[in-house]
């Protein structure tokens, strides 16, 4: 009876890692078909203003593809959000290159978890106009930081951003180094995660790992 019991829980836990494993990701939109949008997303926008437009593009510098939200519209309370449609987990490890390209009012890239919908979830991001990276909850569609750090983001170099989310914790790493160590209790559910960007900022992104913790 025992080793029945130990053989079945065997079976539960080797699904549950299957199942956790099945879900991890890591994108590099290589294989994406260029000048159309990557397979796998859905699209959003927060706030007011037209809709990202995301498409794959031919890096410049042997990259291979990347990922670009093209369009400029300056609204300023404008927030394109790329949700990737086959992962869901409230723990979360990501990390995506960025590069901010263009934007007069903004050259923000960010990293989206816990996403309910286009008015509710969690964003980090830096900017290279702010030369920043700040720790949000979106909450009914209202952006409300709950830490901020300054750090020197360059524009047009690629940069690293990471976001370790476990419960309430969630740590953020920029080009390597930790910069944000922040607690908040906003959305406590599984949600989906996904890329961002603020009103007028071109941004390339490359290499969006997705794992549940």
Known sequence: MRTATRAILAVGLSLDVTVAGAQNAKLDFDKDAIGK??????????????????????????????????????TDYRFPVAVYDAFTAKDVDLSVQFKTISGNGDQGAGVVWR?????????????ALEDNCTIYHVVNGRRVAFLNQNVKVAA????????????????????????????DDTFKEAGKVGLWTKADSVIAFDDFSIAAR
């Open 37 to 74: 949008p990557p397979g796998g997303f859905s699209f959003a926008l927060t706030g007011q203003g037209k809709p990202g437009v995301w498409i794959v593009k031919q890096d410049d510098q042997s990259r291979g593809n990347i990922l670009v939200q093209t369009d400029a519209d300056r």
């Open 115 to 127: 996403y309910r919908d286009q008015n509710n979830y969690y964003i980090t991001r830096c900017n």
């Open 156 to 183: 047009n170099v690629w940069h690293a951003l990471r976001v370790e989310a476990v419960g309430d914790h969630f740590v953020v790493f920029y080009d390597g180094k930790k910069v944000l160590d922040a607690k």
